[in-house]
C-alpha cells in the first residue's frame, strides 16, 4: 500500500464521510456498524479495481492515485477480480452491505459465517463488530482468500478464513448463529441450512433480490424478500462456467412482434420477477440510449433455449423453451399484481422443496431450481 504522506488521516476523514452519507441513508442505525465502518479501511481491501470499460485503476499508479482513492470512498461496487476478461469477484457497494449487515440482526455473541470472502473487506467489518473468533470467511478461489488473509492482517483483522466451495459452507465452524452470502444463488444452498443453529437467521442474494429467512427446523425455513441485490454468482472451480448460448440460432428463427421491449429490463422490480421466472439466464444488450437503458436485448439458457429482441421489437426464439414468451406471460402478471415490491414476496424453504410467492403463500408462486 502507497505510504503518501498524509494517507492515513485522509483515510479516516473518507471513512467518517462514507459513515455519515450512509447513516444519514437511513442504512446504519446501529452504531456499533457505523463504528465499524469508520474504523475498517477498505482502501487496504481494495488497492485496484477495473473501470467498466476494462482498465485497472490503482493505487501505485501516480497518475491514478486520487481517481482510486476517491472511488474506493464511493458508494459503489468496485471490480476488483477478472478471469479471463470477465469479472469474478468485487466489493460490494457500501450501503448494500450496509442494510445486508444490519438485517442480520446481530449481537455481541453472535457466531457468523460469510459466504464469498471476496476482497476482504466485509468480513473485516464483520469481525470488527464481533470479533475474530466469532467470523469465518469462505471463497473458492485460492488466488483471493490468499490476498484476503493478508489484507485482513495489515488492517488488524484475523477471521477464520477458509478456502472451499461456499456451496457446502464449513460445516467445522457450525453451527453458525447467522450466514451471509455475498454472492447471488439460484436457491439456498441445503449445507448453509444445515450449518445453521437453532432459529438462526440467513441473509443471502437469490436471484436479484435480498432473501432474509429463518430456520423453522431442519432443513426448513422461511422469510422475505428486503430488497434488489445484484451480486456476482456462487463460483464452483474457477468460475468461469457460464454457457454461451448459439446465437447464430437466432438468424433461422422466425421473427414475431414482441409484447415484452427491451425497455422493460431496467424495471429492477420486473427483472426480479424474471430472475425466479427464467433463473440463471445469460444476458447481452447490444445498444442501449443515451440513459443507458437496453432497446435491444439477448439472452440464453443452460439447457440451449436463446431468445432475443431487436431495436424494432422483433422478437426471435430458437432452442427448447420459448424464452422471451415465458419473459412477457411474466410481465403480464407482473403488471396486473400493479408492478410489486420486493418485499411482497416471500419463501419457504423445506427438504423437498424451495418456492417463492407473492403476497401470500397461496397466491402465485414459483419453484427455485435444486438438486
Known sequence: MTSAPGLEQRTATLRAQLAQRLAEAGELPDPAWRAAFERVPRHVFVPYFYAPGGDRIAHDVPEQREQWLAQVYDDKALVTHRTRGVATSSSSQPSLMASMLHALDVTDTTTMLEVGTGTGYNAALLA???????????????????????RLSTAGYRPRVVTGDGALGHPEGGPYDRIIATCRVGSVPSAWLE???????LVA????????????????????????????PLRAGDGCGT???????????????????????????????????????????????ARGVPTSARCWAADGSIAGIDEDGRVTQAGPRGLWTALEEAHDLYERAGAPEHDRYGLVLTPSEQRVWLDAPEGPSWPLPTG
Do not use: C
Open 128 to 150: 470488527h463488530r464481533l470479533g475474530n473468533d466469532r467470523v469465518t470467511t469462505v471463497d473458492v478461489l485460492p488466488e483471493l482468500t490468499e490476498a484476503a488473509s493478508a
Open 195 to 201: 450449518q445453521l443453529a437453532g432459529d438462526g437467521l
Open 205 to 232: 442474494p437469490v436471484g436479484t433480490g435480498l432473501a432474509r429467512v429463518r430456520k423453522t427446523g431442519t432443513g426448513k425455513a422461511q422469510g422475505r424478500f428486503i430488497g434488489p441485490a445484484w451480486f456476482m
Open 243 to 289: 454457457p454461451h448460448g448459439n446465437l447464430a440460432a437466432l438468424d433461422d428463427a422466425e421473427p414475431r412482434v414482441g409484447r415484452l421491449p427491451a425497455s422493460a429490463l431496467a424495471d429492477v422490480r420486473f427483472r426480479f420477477l424474471a430472475s425466479l421466472v427464467e433463473p440463471g439466464l445469460t444476458w447481452q444488450y447490444p445498444s442501449t440510449d
